[in-house]
């Protein structure tokens, strides 16, 4: 039996895969949450964990995105938006050492004392919070990962005799976009990541190199916090940046983080400088080699005993000093500034005059500065907000909304106004995701996510267009050639025709809910009535593969998103068939050996397993802790089967004869699996891959026969098969054949 809790913390350079070992953990788990410090990062393991188990079991929970489906079994969050709240097995923060970060550092250290899976915990992060976690957590149990490939200085290099796959870094998007117009006429084309690009936007440049279109890449240090890039060299443009306070010197650990995105898996990488730049010194060269550096002493602290008397009060308890000495406590941040400005307003202090005024005041206060605009923009916009919210209905006035929503819906401009648009709308999307702020709240959400989608796709081409070579257009029209007015891809045509591109349809296939694709009854995928992929035969029945209509149509990156987001859809479709029971999870390490063993045959047997021998002795040794957990999964003892009874639902039994006539290479048996009763010879050698069971010549549906076997009745038998729709005559033979209804094999 597994502990009640087990702490742990995963400690190492980059590259070592310390995230991904946490998803494995995590799906070996029935349920977890992983909270990653940045969205886009959030976005990827989001991906990433539904391709693994399906959308329908998976959200993702961010400041400006919420996709949730009825029953998440794992939560993928950013860390502040995490769901701490939710009971979940297993949970993660990834990259742990930013509690020392001046700003967001008090919602990690929060994260680090108050977040606990039910049965497991883990942080994930730099071996330099190793001093710190053992004197916090004395019960943590410290595991260390080793980088996989080795990291190597090359010293200086000017940006002419940088090879290809390379990342130069600098700090602004000023000079980010100075060397990528540099490489574009040294090397005919770059793809640029910010922090400032949506997910969509990012995706798109990210697969624009990934695919080999380009072979450069110019990034800020957000590609610094686990972003998986093919990177074989990093080099940095400055070794200095502001940081929102001042222009300071990158620490050896902040150099190191970076300079570790270099090598991927097993292939080694390398970092150095710009010519243009400052030279590392041998000490710091010396520091990233080894992957050594400097353990954090403090953690960044806020108290978390908050008093909702009264604005002054809630600042005074937000100010409260550190209970331990390696606290300090948070100098500044947007939350507390907003509130900081707004406590001694007249009109704030008229309505947040009871504990739910100051409650809703604290809320308002804590929507994030997307703009970073002009001193005291956000704390004007703040007290707006908190006065239409405490005043008529308690929600934001729809007029006024559409004042501030409807001039970010504009295309034309450059990068900078492209991208300014681009905060400005983060703010409206975080509004419309706040429960009970607005009116249609989901018409809200689809505006705001509409507009953001479209400027992330115009700031995609801005970037295409400038930083590419022209010679590259020849590319864009080969991506397109392929696209007929009809035919399998007319929707796109359609779409090409009103000047949507294939990376901007590509882009609103992958960002689409899960309830926009479609997987019909012979396992083609389809989007807006298209059909652009189908389910194929992959390496056995739980693991379908996904094969692309016409997939000359796309290029690289195209094609790998189009995979991956089919990949979801494709497990989906196994979860469906197994009727939501947790294969992976019950059949992880440190599971009961009897528990495993069943979880596996209801694997191999879609959610049905016939009694044998040895099934009746796993269940005899069931603890009963195992058995309350399958009780609560819907497993229930039939005469013949342990079934999962969701399983054997309408909508899961297509999807059986779906995955069984993949697997099998066999075409669907006609009436399977509506029929309740087929002749045997119709489904060949092996009814129960279909979900039937033989009764001398004829096959009868597996929940058809547990459901007769288990009515003591002849009468009220009867009664069951005329409502399935099996004659009077079947029915008579049925009955005679199984001996009565109450009799079991």
Same mark, same amino acid.
């Given at each position: 039996?597994?502990?009640?809790?087990?702490?742990?913390?995963?400690?190492?350079?980059?590259?070592?895969?310390?995230?991904?070992?946490?998803?494995?953990?995590?799906?070996?788990?029935?349920?977890?949450?992983?909270?990653?410090?940045?969205?886009?990062?959030?976005?990827?393991?989001?991906?990433?964990?539904?391709?693994?188990?399906?959308?329908?079991?998976?959200?993702?929970?961010?400041?400006?995105?919420?996709?949730?489906?009825?029953?998440?079994?794992?939560?993928?969050?950013?860390?502040?938006?995490?769901?701490?709240?939710?009971?979940?097995?297993?949970?993660?923060?990834?990259?742990?050492?930013?509690?020392?970060?001046?700003?967001?550092?008090?919602?990690?250290?929060?994260?680090?004392?108050?977040?606990?899976?039910?049965?497991?915990?883990?942080?994930?992060?730099?071996? *330099?919070?190793?001093?710190?976690?053992?004197?916090?957590?004395?019960?943590?149990?410290?595991?260390?990962?080793?980088?996989?490939?080795?990291?190597?200085?090359?010293?200086?290099?000017?940006?002419?005799?940088?090879?290809?796959?390379?990342?130069?870094?600098?700090?602004?998007? =000023?000079?980010?976009?100075?060397?990528?117009?540099?490489?574009?006429?040294?090397?005919?084309?770059?793809?640029?990541?910010?922090?400032?690009?949506?997910?969509?936007?990012?995706?798109?440049?990210?697969?624009?190199?990934?695919?080999?279109?380009?072979?450069?890449?110019?990034?800020?240090?957000?590609?610094?916090?686990?972003?998986?890039?093919?990177?074989?060299?990093?080099?940095?443009?400055?070794?200095?940046?502001?940081?929102?306070?001042?222009?300071?010197?990158?620490?050896?650990? =902040?150099?190191?983080?970076?300079?570790?995105?270099?090598?991927?898996?097993?292939?080694?990488?390398?970092?150095?400088?710009?010519?243009?730049?400052?030279?590392?010194?041998?000490?710091?060269?010396?520091?990233?080699?080894?992957?050594?550096?400097?353990?954090?002493?403090?953690?960044?602290?806020?108290?978390?005993?908050?008093?909702?008397?009264?604005?002054?009060?809630?600042?005074?308890?937000?100010?409260?000093?550190?209970?331990?000495?390696?606290?300090?406590?948070?100098?500044?941040?947007?939350?507390?500034?907003?509130?900081?400005?707004?406590?001694?307003?007249?009109?704030?202090?008229? $309505?947040?005059?009871?504990?739910?005024?100051?409650?809703?005041?604290?809320?308002?206060? !804590?929507?994030?500065?997307?703009?970073?605009?002009?001193?005291? =923009?956000?704390?004007?916009?703040?007290?707006?907000?908190?006065?239409?919210?405490?005043?008529?209905?308690?929600?934001?006035?729809?007029?006024?909304?559409?004042?501030?929503?409807?001039?970010?819906?504009?295309?034309?401009?450059?990068?900078? *106004?492209?991208?300014?648009?681009?905060?400005?709308?983060?703010?409206? *999307?975080?509004?419309?995701?706040?429960?009970?702020?607005?009116?249609?709240?989901?018409?809200?959400?689809?505006? *705001?996510?509409?507009?953001?989608?479209?400027?992330?796709?115009?700031?995609?081409?801005?970037?295409?267009?400038?930083?590419?070579?022209?010679?590259?257009?020849?590319?864009? !029209?080969?991506?397109?050639?392929?696209?007929?007015?009809?035919?399998?891809?007319?929707?796109?045509?359609?779409?090409?025709?009103?000047?949507?591109?294939?990376?901007?349809?590509?882009?609103?296939?992958?960002?689409?809910?899960?309830?926009?694709?479609?997987?019909?009854?012979?396992?083609?995928?389809?989007?807006?009535?298209?059909? $652009?992929?189908?389910?194929?035969?992959?390496?056995?029945?739980?693991?379908?593969?996904?094969?692309?209509?016409?997939?000359?149509?796309?290029?690289?990156?195209?094609?790998? /998103?189009?995979?991956?987001?089919?990949?979801?859809?494709?497990?989906?479709?196994?979860?469906?068939?197994?009727?939501?029971?947790?294969?992976?999870?019950?059949?992880?390490?440190?599971?009961?050996?009897?528990?495993?063993?069943?979880?596996?045959?209801?694997? !191999?047997?879609?959610?049905?397993?016939?009694?044998?021998?040895?099934?009746?002795?796993?269940?005899?040794?069931?603890?009963?802790?195992?058995?309350?957990?399958?009780?609560?999964?819907?497993? !229930?003892?039939?005469?013949?089967?342990?079934?999962?009874?969701?399983?054997?639902?309408?909508?899961?039994?297509?999807?059986?004869?779906?995955?069984?006539?993949?697997?099998?290479? /066999?075409?669907?048996?006609?009436?399977?699996?509506?029929?309740?009763?087929?002749?045997?010879?119709?489904?060949?050698?092996?009814?129960?891959?279909?979900?039937?069971?033989?009764?001398?010549?004829?096959?009868?549906?597996?929940?058809?026969?547990?459901?007769? $076997?288990?009515?003591?009745?002849?009468?009220?038998?009867? /009664?069951?098969?005329?409502?399935?729709?099996?004659?009077?005559?079947?029915?008579?033979?049925?009955?005679?054949?199984?001996?009565?209804?109450?009799?079991?094999?």
């Amino acid at each position: 039996m597994e502990p009640s809790h087990r702490l742990v913390a995963e400690l190492g350079p980059t590259n070592t895969g310390k995230t991904f070992r946490a998803i494995e953990r995590m799906l070996e788990h029935e349920s977890g949450m992983m909270g990653l410090p940045l969205r886009l990062l959030a976005r990827e393991v989001y991906d990433t964990v539904s391709a693994r188990v399906g959308e329908a079991r998976v959200a993702l929970v961010t400041g400006e995105e919420k996709r949730v489906p009825a029953r998440p079994a794992y939560w993928v969050c950013t860390v502040e938006a995490m769901p701490v709240g939710e009971p979940v097995d297993f949970l993660a923060v990834d990259e742990i050492q930013l509690c020392a970060h001046r700003e967001r550092g008090h919602v990690f250290t929060d994260r680090l004392l108050h977040a606990r899976g039910r049965r497991e915990t883990w942080f994930l992060g730099a071996e *330099t919070m190793a001093p710190v976690l053992r004197a916090l957590l004395p019960e943590v149990t410290f595991r260390r990962s080793e980088r996989l490939s080795r990291l190597s200085s090359f010293g200086t290099k000017s940006l002419k005799s940088l090879a290809p796959r390379s990342a130069v870094v600098a700090f602004s998007t =000023e000079r980010v976009y100075e060397l990528a117009q540099a490489l574009r006429q040294l090397r005919g084309g770059v793809a640029v990541v910010l922090g400032a690009l949506s997910p969509r936007t990012r995706n798109a440049q990210v697969a624009l190199y990934q695919a080999r279109e380009v072979e450069y890449l110019v990034a800020t240090d957000a590609i610094g916090l686990g972003l998986n890039l093919d990177l074989d060299r990093v080099a940095f443009a400055s070794l200095s940046k502001f940081d929102g306070f001042e222009q300071r010197d990158l620490t050896v650990d =902040e150099l190191g983080q970076i300079a570790g995105r270099a090598g991927r898996h097993v292939r080694d990488g390398e970092f150095g400088t710009l010519t243009t730049a400052p030279e590392l010194s041998p000490k710091t060269i010396a520091a990233i080699e080894a992957h050594r550096f400097p353990a954090v002493g403090r953690l960044v602290w806020r108290s978390s005993e908050l008093d909702f008397g009264s604005p002054r009060a809630l600042l005074d308890s937000l100010s409260v000093g550190p209970p331990h000495e390696v606290f300090s406590r948070v100098e500044r941040a947007d939350d507390f500034d907003a509130l900081k400005a707004l406590a001694d307003d007249v009109e704030v202090l008229a $309505l947040a005059n009871d504990r739910a005024g100051v409650e809703l005041l604290w809320q308002v206060c !804590r929507i994030p500065d997307f703009r970073k605009g002009l001193l005291g =923009e956000h704390p004007r916009l703040v007290k707006e907000l908190f006065l239409q919210l405490s005043r008529g209905q308690g929600r934001l006035r729809d007029e006024w909304l559409r004042r501030q929503v409807e001039p970010l819906d504009d295309l034309k401009g450059d990068l900078h *106004t492209l991208t300014a648009r681009l905060e400005a709308i983060r703010t409206w *999307t975080y509004l419309s995701h706040q429960s009970g702020w607005v009116n249609d709240a989901q018409a809200w959400q689809q505006r *705001t996510r509409a507009i953001e989608d479209g400027l992330g796709d115009a700031l995609h081409q801005r970037l295409v267009e400038r930083f590419v070579e022209k010679s590259a257009v020849a590319l864009r !029209r080969r991506r397109a050639a392929p696209v007929k007015a009809s035919g399998p891809f007319s929707q796109l045509a359609r779409h090409l025709e009103r000047g949507e591109s294939p990376d901007e349809f590509v882009q609103r296939v992958v960002a689409a809910r899960p309830d926009a694709l479609h997987v019909d009854a012979l396992g083609a995928l389809s989007f807006e009535g298209e059909v $652009l992929g189908r389910l194929v035969r992959g390496s056995d029945l739980l693991t379908p593969a996904v094969a692309l209509v016409d997939a000359d149509a796309w290029n690289g990156g195209q094609r790998a /998103q189009l995979e991956r987001r089919f990949a979801a859809s494709a497990r989906d479709v196994v979860s469906e068939a197994l009727g939501g029971f947790p294969v992976q999870s019950l059949t992880a390490a440190g599971r009961p050996a009897p528990l495993r063993a069943i979880a596996w045959r209801f694997g !191999r047997g879609l959610g049905l397993v016939r009694w044998d021998a040895e099934l009746r002795e796993q269940v005899r040794h069931l603890d009963a802790e195992s058995h309350q957990r399958l009780d609560a999964l819907g497993v !229930r003892q039939g005469a013949r089967f342990l079934v999962v009874e969701q399983a054997t639902t309408s909508g899961a039994l297509e999807r059986r004869v779906l995955l069984t006539a993949l697997a099998t290479e /066999q075409l669907r048996p006609p009436g399977v699996p509506l029929a309740p009763v087929v002749r045997a010879e119709v489904l060949g050698g092996d009814v129960e891959a279909w979900g039937y069971e033989r009764v001398g010549p004829m096959a009868v549906r597996i929940d058809v026969l547990e459901t007769l $076997l288990a009515l003591p009745q002849p009468a009220r038998a009867e /009664q069951v098969c005329r409502r399935l729709g099996v004659d009077a005559a079947t029915t008579r033979w049925l009955l005679s054949s199984l001996g009565g209804p109450a009799r079991s094999s």
